[in-house]
Each structure stands twice: as structure tokens, then as C-alpha cells.
């Protein structure tokens, strides 16, 4: 859809902003705040949690837009801290941006928040009449105001939004009708854009169950629908094809070999060295020498279970639980760390067969049933070496890791197609709403339409 400009513009004066509409002024955010309510970020130090104390909302209990979801989700602080940052109460209405290092999160002040506080990584922004709290909530949400914020960051390791330039952060001011009108306008379209987000975003998710099914139906019932079944002697496995073996882990490995974990103290990384896969490698699937870290020889050469040749398959066993991999050729040499287990699967067990069954909702289920750990999740190597693992024929399993390859390639073409219909959407979402605040569209009559 195109929308129509402004019948005259005029230069903004701003080399960045050029042209905007002819009777639309230029501002600073800090102009059009309450005068007894400057702009102001909130407590430095609130200490314990106070069960029945004041509220205060931090960075992290803010969505992008939608603010605290939950009342749950918000700490508080003694009445005594609180009346140290009177300066800092919010009320309804309020405007509240993070300045932290997620800066750029703007909420409007729910009702139940009245009276609540802030902490040092947020600001409040008490919108003065007659301006639309709306139309600035726009304003501070658009790429517009983010690359202002960005411009005053530049370079700095700790990316924090400061108050001057949130204060001074430049506006383009409509006469507050057409605030108003233009706020209505981002409010309808953003909210049609977020549904056909979520729409694609439920059919990633109803793709990715669709897929993780074609795994586990193939690796643990095979893909012959006639074939008669026994039962597997595992509950949480259930019956499999009566032609397969169900065996331990342990006994399907190659000869002279081990599952085994690898180096537990890599130490500081270095430039140069023996790289080395960690369980963030594991979640993330990329295995590029160069962005490994790296140890030195002397630590992995104490680790030779570990040392890769490729071809293996390498198991996730801290955090991410469960992610599987063949190894590639090119981390030949390569070692592991702690988190990270090195199975050689021997001649009846196909290394690709293996990475699907590990992929599988009943394997995932055992090592929910195994994993140990208070601070994080785990699972043993003696977990792991006990594993039953449904064992097909090798033949059978050759067909059954290329019929996974055939409908695996379709599924994963659905999800790139599906996430990038959301990238379009975000990128026209963000082009809208910059484009509204600025002028560049007139959205009054287009609005007008909308709510005859």
C-alpha cells in the first residue's frame, strides 16, 4: 500500500532529518516534558527484595513495547530507599525508557505501577499537555530516535543510553490533533503487522514440531508402516520395528574407543593453539577454526580421548543437552571441552542415524529424566553410555538418514521462507513508523477512511 505526502514541506534545518511538513515544528524531547517532572533515571542501589515494598521497573522486566507483562516480574524496594528517589516516582501515563545497555524499550505506565519507582537503567519521560503520549511513545520507538541514540554511543564498550542525549533527542512536532491522529494510525498498522508476524511465527513453530516428528518417527519406527512392532523394554521409548535391535550405547562404538567428555581447565584462549568445541558451538551449530577458541597443546595434548579425527559425532551434555553433530573434517586435530562428549560410533551405527536419533522427543525425554546439576543442567557420560539406542539394519539406516535428508531440506526451506516474511514485515513495521513521525507519509486521510 502507498500513502500519500504532505502538500508542502519545508528544510528542517537538521542535515540528517531534510524535509518535513510545512507546519510541523522541530523540538527536543525535553521540551515538551511536565516542568516540574524533568526527564530522570531512577535508584542506583535498591538493595533487597522487599515483598510488600515500592515497585521498580528495570530494563529487564520491559518488553520492546508492551512494558512489564506481570506484576510478578517486578522487584521492590524498602519504602526508605524509595523516598531517597522521590524525584524518580512514576504515574500513570508515564512514559519509561530503558537507557541500559538494551536501550531503546519504551513502556506507558500501567495503572498498578502508579506510585512505583525506576532503577538507574531506566528514565522516566512525563509527557506535558497537549502533546500526544501516544504520538512521543511513536516517536521514541522509531528508528529515528534509535539512530540518534546510537550517533551519541558510537564506539563505546559499555553501550549505555546517558540522559543528556536522551533529553536531547530531536522531535518532529505535528499540531497535537494530528498527534494524535498519526498515533492511531501506528497503533492500527503496527498492531496488523504483529498478528502476521505471529502467524508466521506459529507456523515456524508448528514446522519445527512437524519436523522434529518426521525424525523421531523415522529413527525410532522406521518407514515401513506394516512392519510389525515389539516392544523396546524402555517406557520412554516405547514399541520399535521387531527387525531392530535396541542396544547401549556403549556397545555400539568403535573398538578402542570411549565416550568421553573433554578438557576441563582450557584456561585464558589464545590467539594461537589447538582449538577447541564448546557447548555454545553445540546451541549455535557452527564450527568455523577461527571462531573457536583455542588452548594450548600442552593442556590438549593431556586430553587425547577427546582429540577429533572428523567423522565423529559430538554430544552436548552442560546446557545444551542433547544438540549433535558430525564432526567435519576440516576440526581434524581439533579437541572438546567439559560440556561436550566424543562418541565413534562403531560399524552397525551410522554417524548421521546416531545425530537424528540424539534429535529425537524420547531421547530428549530420558535426559530430562537423567540430567543432574543445581546450577545448571547436565548429563553424565555414564548417562550417556547407557542410552538405548533403536538400531536398524545398516542398510536401512542409509535409506532412512536419506529420506530425513529429502523431507528435513523441505521443511527447513518452509522456515527460511517463513523468516524472512518476518524480516520483510519488521522491515516495513520500522520503515512506517519512522516515516509517520517525520512526515514523510500523511496518514490523515488514510486514517480518516479507517474509521468511517
Known amino acids: 500500500m502507498s500513502f500519500p505526502r504532505y502538500p508542502e514541506y519545508k528544510d528542517s534545518g537538521v542535515e540528517w532529518l531534510g524535509e518535513v511538513p510545512a507546519h510541523w515544528i522541530i523540538t527536543k524531547l525535553n521540551r515538551i516534558v511536565q516542568t516540574d517532572r524533568p526527564i530522570t533515571y531512577g535508584i542506583v542501589q535498591a538493595g533487597p527484595h522487599v515483598p510488600d515494598g515500592i515497585p521498580y521497573v528495570r530494563p529487564a522486566d520491559m518488553s520492546e513495547e508492551d512494558g512489564v507483562r506481570s506484576q510478578d516480574d517486578v522487584l521492590r524496594t524498602s519504602a526508605e530507599v524509595a523516598s531517597a ?58 528508528g529515528f530516535a534509535t539512530a540518534q541514540w546510537e550517533s551519541s554511543i558510537g564506539g563505546a564498550t559499555f553501550r549505555a543510553l546517558n540522559l543528556g542525549p536522551l533529553a536531547a533527542t530531536v522531535l518532529v512536532l505535528p499540531p497535537p490533533n494530528e498527534q494524535a491522529t498519526i498515533a492511531a494510525f501506528l497503533d492500527r498498522e503496527t498492531a496488523k503487522i504483529d498478528e502476521l508476524v505471529g502467524e508466521q511465527q506459529r507456523l515456524i513453530e508448528l514446522l519445527k514440531e512437524k519436523r522434529e516428528t518426521v525424525i523421531s518417527h523415522a529413527v525410532t519406527k522406521g518407514l515401513n508402516p506394516d512392519a510389525p512392532m515389539k516392544p523396546s523394554g524402555f517406557e520412554w521409548l516405547g514399541e520399535v520395528p521387531a527387525h531392530w535391535a535396541v542396544l547401549p550405547l556403549k556397545r555400539l562404538i568403535a573398538d578402542d574407543t570411549s565416550i568421553s567428555y573433554g578438557i576441563v581447565q582450557p584456561g ?63 576440526l581434524a586435530g581439533a579437541n572438546l571441552s567439559r560440556g561436550v562428549a566424543r562418541i565413534v560410533p562403531g560399524p552397525s551405527l551410522m554417524n548421521r542415524y546416531l545425530v537424528a536419533y540424539f534429535g529425537t522427543a524420547a531421547v530428549m525425554w530420558y535426559w530430562e529424566l537423567s540430567k543432574q546439576g543445581s546450577t545448571f543442567n547436565e548429563v553424565s557420560i555414564a548417562t550417556v553410555r547407557d542410552l538405548a539406542v533403536c538400531v536398524p539394519p545398516v542398510d536401512e539406516q542409509a535409506v532412512i538418514v536419506k529420506h530425513l535428508d529429502v523431507e528435513l531440506n523441505r521443511f527447513d526451506a518452509l522456515i527460511i521462507e517463513a523468516q524472512r516474511a518476518i524480516e520483510l514485515l519488521q522491515e516495513r513495521r520500522t520503515a512506517l513508523i519512522s516515516a509517520a513521525v517525520t512526515g514523510q507519509i500523511d496518514v490523515r486521510a488514510i486514517a480518516g477512511k479507517a474509521a468511517a
Open 85 to 142: 528517589y522521590i524525584r524518580s516516582t512514576i504515574k500513570t501515563d508515564d512514559l519509561v525508557c530503558s537507557i541500559g545497555p538494551s536501550f531503546g524499550k519504551v513502556m506507558v505506565t500501567p495503572a498498578w505501577l502508579d506510585g512505583a519507582n525506576l532503577t538507574q537503567g531506566t528514565a522516566r519521560i512525563a509527557v506535558a499537555a497537549p502533546n500526544s503520549l501516544r504520538y512521543v511513545f511513536w516517536v521514541l520507538r522509531s
Open 268 to 330: 585464558e584462549s589464545l590467539d594461537a593453539g589447538v582449538p577447541f568445541i564448546q557447548t555454545t558451538n553445540m546451541s549455535s551449530g557452527k564450527f568455523d577454526v577461527d571462531s573457536l577458541q583455542k588452548t594450548s597443546a600442552e593442556i590438549a595434548g593431556a586430553y587425547p580421548r577427546s582429540a577429533l579425527s572428523g567423522g565423529e559425532v559430538i554430544l552436548g551434555i552442560r546446557a545444551s543437552i542433547g544438540a549433535a553433530h558430525v564432526v567435519p573434517m576440516t
